[in-house]
C-alpha cells in the first residue's frame, strides 16, 4: 500500500510506503507516518506519483493546471480528407492554404491523386482545383511522378 502525506515544515507532498512508521522530507525533515495524517491511499505506483502531483497542486492552488495537463489527449480524426482538410484551414492566406494542403496530402498518402486533390480543395472553397495544382506545380511544390498522382517536392 502507498498513501500521500505532507510534510509538516516545507509543505510539501510526498508519496510513502504506508507499512512504513518514518520518511524523509528533501527539505530534511523526517515524516512520522500516522494513518491519520494520510491524505491519499493506494495500491498502485503510477496512481500515486498522479495523486502526489494532485495534491501538491491543491496546496499549491493550481489544481486546473494540473488537471488539463494529465487529461487524456484528444483523439485524432480517422478520416483523413478531415485532418488534410483541418491542417490547411489554419494556414493564411490561399496561397499558403494551397501549399499547405498539397503537403499534408502527400503526408497522408505519399502519392495523392488528381480526386484527391480536388476533394480537398473544393471543401477549402478553391475555384478551379485542376489550375490550382498546374500553380502548385509550376511553382515546384509538387510534382507528377507518374501520370495522375502528385507528390511534394
Not at 83 to 96: K, N, Y
Not at 116 to 137: I, K, M, S, T, Y
Request: with cysteine; aromatic share 8%.
Amino acid at each position: 500500500m502507498f498513501g500521500v502525506v505532507v510534510c509538516p515544515r516545507c509543505g510539501r507532498a510526498k508519496g510513502v510506503e504506508l507499512p512504513k512508521k518514518t520518511t524523509s522530507c528533501p527539505c530534511g525533515f523526517e515524516i512520522r507516518v500516522h494513518p491519520s495524517r494520510v491524505r491519499f491511499e493506494t495500491a498502485d505506483a503510477r496512481e500515486l506519483a498522479v495523486a502526489v502531483g494532485r495534491i501538491q497542486a491543491e496546496l499549491g492552488g493550481g489544481v486546473a493546471e494540473v488537471e488539463a495537463l494529465t487529461a487524456k489527449p484528444k483523439k485524432r480524426s480517422k478520416d483523413a480528407y478531415a485532418r488534410v482538410i483541418a491542417d490547411a484551414g489554419r494556414a493564411g492566406d490561399r496561397r499558403q492554404k494551397m501549399r499547405a494542403a498539397a503537403e499534408s496530402l502527400a503526408r497522408e498518402f505519399i502519392l495523392f491523386s488528381l480526386e484527391d486533390w480536388r476533394r480537398v480543395a473544393e471543401a477549402l472553397g478553391f475555384p478551379n482545383p485542376d489550375e490550382r495544382l498546374q500553380e502548385l506545380v509550376r511553382g515546384n511544390v509538387v510534382y507528377e511522378p507518374k501520370p495522375g498522382y502528385y507528390r511534394t517536392v
